[in-house]
């Protein structure tokens, strides 16, 4: 159930989100969702793409520093409130959450939301139990 | 006015003798008294009694910053540990630092150099002399404190740092005469403009400024903005500290206290003499000290011997400023930093050493250093909290390793330059108009 996202070290230079991002184009790796973190120096951007193995060793082989761990998509109701209900879990069992973004979706009434825990398997049994709609991996692409 | 006439103007004949005489007694006095020159001369063969005149000297061993790590903290005694009475260390290479200890003599000894320096500098009994200088394990402070009280002036023991309270002391207890490093004089410089003091408003005559290298343009902005004249001096504190030689008023070069240090210069690479008037490698023998006689060790700095009739009297050997390094020390705030330093700091973070690079730059009048540090796997992480976290790790270490703050920056792998040959560590881009 968890899902694989890739992290790579930017420079604050301009042009080099854009390396990354053409690099990974030009080989047919898809991103379907990203963020990025930023400091004044330095930026650290998130990738969930349809091929992680492959964009992780492409990334290695151009001289990035990237880095490959696990993240949580959960399908979110698209109405209002339909995130709380989720936080709601997390707080009660006191999960702390690193950081989330949302994943770009076409079409449907849910949002999707990638959420990267400090413990990721007691957050994947909590949201189980409260019976959230977790994504995998594959079906993520397919949507 | 002079501290020790007789020896300041010792004429050449005579100090050439006085210098065979102390050398064959440090030589003798080593041999028996400290086990690793006991070696190291056996090794090559040779005995103190193969002196037999100063260009001899050039047949006994080096002694480097290794030699000294490798017998640290004390194996490079020729005196027991119940006659030490003080104890300083300096800058190592890597790791450990260097201990150097003083006999009651050898104190006696350092503040009568000192006391030479200060007076070519034109200090004497009726100045104030604020000391700017840190007090501590760095040799600067009690240095130049022992010698201006020597001279009999009034001394204040301001140490460094806290501008506002220094310049407060500086008019209040109106200060003749500032110790500190040049960059520090410039900063003090600095302040005063802002708090709206001008040099009307204090009493400075003379600076003495040294640690770090400086410039005539450098010497011109502090003597016009403080009000007064700056000397430089030179020491180094394997050697004993401040007090080896110093700038007198003509300020064109620096006296050296030759009768208690002998020097010579050598090239760095073949290790040979070089004659008199020679650009090379400073070596200097101690003919005088108790605790810590150091054979032919080589400083590393950069600089040039010469002879020449001065306005001030003195007939003592003259050298240069010295214009850089043999090996690859710099100088940050007067503190001296070696790469190494930074690579075993680094090590505590990474198995390997990432490649980095050492920016010194300057801001305002004080020297600001960046290390830029190639993230690596085990550098990186996709938390922005653990990643700052690691940063301010990393300077945290830097700085009670250094001393001194430096910036850290992560940057992308194979983005810093590389040097061919031997790694080249250290960018300096201060002091261009220096």
Redesign the interface.
């Given at each position: 159930m968890k899902i694989r996202?890739i992290?790579v070290?930017?420079?604050n230079k301009s042009g080099?989100l854009y390396e990354v991002i053409r690099l990974l184009g030009g080989n047919n790796i898809n991103v379907r969702a990203m963020s990025l973190?930023d400091?004044t120096?330095?930026g650290?951007a998130?990738f969930i793409v349809n091929e992680p193995d492959e964009a992780y060793r492409l990334l290695k082989d151009n001289?990035?520093?990237?880095?490959m761990?696990d993240v949580v998509a959960i399908s979110v109701p698209d109405k209002p409130g339909g995130l709380a209900g989720i936080l709601h879990v997390l707080q009660q069992k006191n999960i702390n959450i690193?950081?989330m973004y949302a994943f770009v979706n076409q079409s449907g009434d849910n949002a999707i939301m990638i959420f990267?825990f400090d413990d990721t398997d007691l957050a994947l049994s909590a949201l189980k139990g409260a019976r959230f709609d977790i994504i995998n991996e594959k079906s993520l692409f397919n949507i | 006015m002079y501290w020790q006439k007789l020896f300041e103007t010792l004429p050449l004949e005579s100090m050439k003798q006085l210098q065979f005489e102390k050398l064959c007694a440090v030589l003798k006095h080593s041999y028996e008294h400290i086990e690793y020159y006991n070696r190291c001369f056996k090794e090559i063969g040779i005995e103190p009694s193969d002196l037999h005149s100063l260009e001899d000297l050039g047949r006994f061993p080096f002694t480097t910053k290794d030699n000294l790590r490798d017998n640290y903290p004390y194996g490079m005694l020729a005196a027991p540990l119940k006659d030490i009475v003080r104890i300083h260390s300096s800058t190592g290479t890597t790791g450990k630092p260097t201990v150097v200890c003083y006999t009651g003599g050898d104190l006696n000894v350092w503040s009568d150099l000192v006391a030479r320096i200060m007076c070519m500098g034109g200090a004497s009994n009726a100045d104030i002399v604020q000391v700017a200088f840190t007090y501590g394990l760095f040799t600067g402070g009690f240095g130049l404190h022992a010698g201006a009280e020597k001279i009999g002036a009034s001394v204040i023991p301001a140490s460094s740092g806290n501008t506002a309270r220094q310049l407060m002391i500086m008019k209040d207890f109106r200060t003749t005469l500032l110790i500190c490093t040049p960059s520090y004089a410039l900063h003090i410089a600095e302040s005063m403009d802002k708090e709206g003091i001008t040099k009307d408003d204090i009493c400075l005559k003379y600076g003495l400024f040294g640690s770090e290298p400086w410039g005539e343009k450098q010497r011109e902005d502090i003597e016009k903005r403080l009000g007064l004249i700056a000397t430089d001096n030179y020491g180094l504190s394997e050697m004993m500290g401040p007090g080896i030689s110093g700038e007198c008023l003509c300020k064109s070069g620096m006296h050296l206290n030759e009768d208690h240090f002998y020097p010579e210069i050598i090239d760095p690479d073949t290790l040979k003499v070089l004659p008199e008037g020679s650009l090379g490698e400073l070596v200097l023998t101690s003919l005088t000290r108790e605790a810590m006689p150091l054979i032919r060790y080589r400083t590393r700095d950069i600089t040039r011997l010469y002879r020449e009739k001065c306005d001030c009297g003195r007939t003592l050997i003259k050298m240069d400023k010295p214009t850089g390094r043999s090996d690859d020390m710099f100088i940050v705030n007067g503190v001296n930093v070696f790469p190494s330093q930074i690579e075993d700091a680094l090590k505590f973070f990474e198995d390997t050493t990432p490649h980095f690079l050492v920016y010194l730059r300057k801001k305002g009048a004080l020297d600001e250093v960046e290390i830029a540090i190639e993230v690596s796997d085990n550098l990186f992480f996709d938390k922005m909290k653990k990643q700052k976290e690691l940063l301010d790790n990393i300077a945290a270490k830097f700085t009670s390793m250094l001393q001194f703050k430096p910036k850290v920056k992560l940057v992308e792998p194979r983005t810093l330059q590389r040097f061919e040959g031997k790694a080249r560590r250290v960018i300096d881009e201060r002091g261009k108009n220096a």
């Open positions: 996202q992290s070290f930017i420079e080099r973190a400091t120096d330095f650290i998130r001289d990035f520093t990237a880095g761990n690193e950081y990267r | -």
